[in-house]
């Protein structure tokens, strides 16, 4: 199953331009089978998931939160408290509290903007359960350098999302994987088991060809 699962939408990402009815169809447009809306620092609640489901039963359509956190941001997938979870915190605390919740915590967009990644990895005693490999935001050589994490980390699970904040680059790359996710349950349990590739989709990046798909293997 074909999942991007970083997504903002102008609902609660006040830097996101994609209204949410926007985002499913593009969705849908770009092949997906689900989507993950992870606002910054906010989680939607089943109230708000319910309305878009009903517009859409095709897809499966789940919530987690990118959660601004000391020295970069985490992905943060199965949460249900989501006020446990300040703007701020140390990823060593942040990663624990997720872990309580029962979720799983994926570092975005590593390196990015000169991000330190390894010295806050250590420093702050985090406890990830792996990283985006590839995005919109991540060029050539950020993804050079996620693949040598996954080589020195090899328990890190790999991601492929868009982070998109406007409905073109909604399934630019995704995370295709190998068993059935219907709950945010099957999905913690996808990424614990490492068994999501991820991918770029040539549609979203101007080839002509849809059902041809780059994979970057770990």
């Given at each position: 199953?074909?999942?991007?699962?970083?997504?903002?939408?102008?609902?609660?990402?006040?830097d996101?331009?994609?209204?949410p009815?926007?985002?499913?169809?593009?969705?849908?447009?770009?092949?997906?089978?689900?989507?993950?809306?992870?606002?910054?620092?906010?989680?939607?609640?089943?109230?708000?998931?319910?309305?878009?489901?009903?517009?859409?039963p095709?897809?499966?359509?789940?919530?987690g939160?990118?959660?601004?956190?000391?020295?970069?941001?985490?992905?943060?997938?199965?949460?249900?408290?989501?006020l446990?979870?300040?703007?701020?915190?140390?990823?060593?605390?942040?990663?624990?509290?997720?872990?309580?919740?029962?979720?799983?915590?994926?570092?975005?967009?590593?390196?990015?903007?000169?991000?330190?990644?390894?010295?806050?990895?250590?420093?702050?005693?985090?406890?990830?359960?792996?990283?985006?490999?590839?995005?919109?935001?991540?060029?050539?050589?950020?993804?050079?350098?996620?693949?040598?994490?996954?080589?020195?980390?090899?328990?890190?699970?790999?991601?492929?999302?868009?982070?998109?904040?406007?409905?073109?680059?909604?399934?630019?790359?995704?995370?295709?994987?190998?068993?059935?996710?219907?709950?945010?349950h099957?999905?913690?349990?996808?990424?614990?088991?490492?068994?999501?590739?991820?991918?770029?989709?040539?549609?979203?990046?101007?080839?002509?060809?849809?059902?041809?798909?780059?994979?970057?293997?770990?």
């Open positions: 199953m074909k999942f991007d699962l970083h997504l903002h939408t102008a609902w609660h990402s006040p996101a331009t994609t209204d009815w926007e985002l499913v169809q593009a969705a849908i447009q770009a092949g997906l089978d689900g989507i993950v809306i992870t606002e910054h620092d906010y989680l939607w609640t089943d109230g708000e998931l319910n309305q878009l489901r009903a517009a859409a095709e897809l499966v359509i789940l919530a939160v990118e959660v601004t956190g000391k020295g970069g941001d985490v992905l943060c997938y199965g949460v249900a408290n989501p446990a979870l300040p703007r701020g915190m140390e990823w060593g605390a942040l990663t624990r509290e997720v872990h309580q919740q029962g979720g799983v915590c994926i570092a975005a967009h590593p390196y990015r903007w000169g991000q330190p990644f390894e010295k806050v990895l250590h420093e702050q005693a985090a406890e990830l359960d792996g990283i985006e490999v590839m995005s919109k935001n991540m060029d050539d050589e950020l993804r050079r350098q996620a693949q040598e994490l996954l080589r020195k980390y090899p328990h890190f699970a790999q991601l492929g999302n868009s982070d998109s904040h406007e409905p073109e680059t909604v399934g630019y790359c995704y995370t295709e994987f190998t068993c059935e996710i219907r709950t945010i099957d999905l913690v349990a996808a990424i614990r088991q490492r068994q999501g590739v991820a991918c770029q989709n040539p549609a979203r990046i101007g080839r002509k060809s849809h059902s041809s798909i780059t994979k970057l293997l770990g």
